[in-house]
């Protein structure tokens, strides 16, 4: 690597921006006590991709989720 240039641009020379975001990500999305299935894990990785991507994508995630629980709400069952 060139690193005199590299700094001279300010870009990382180093490995630990990516080390510390896993480090964040095992901690937030496995953390201990948390098991996924395969499925479930992989939404999570998609709901968390979109949120941090700011391009919209979560809110039209969470406002279509909204629209399709209220289709689904079952009226609460009445005592006998």
Request: no cysteine; net charge positive.
């Amino acid at each position: 690597m060139r690193y005199p240039e590299y700094r001279r641009l300010g870009l990382p020379t180093t490995s630990t921006l990516v080390e510390s975001l896993i480090k964040q990500f095992n901690i937030r999305d496995k953390g201990s006590e948390k098991f996924w299935s395969e499925g479930g894990g992989e939404a999570i990785l998609q709901v968390r991709a979109a949120y941090l991507s700011e391009d919209g994508r979560d809110q039209t995630f969470h406002a279509r989720r909204r629209v399709t629980r209220a289709a689904n709400v079952r009226p609460p069952r009445r005592a006998a």
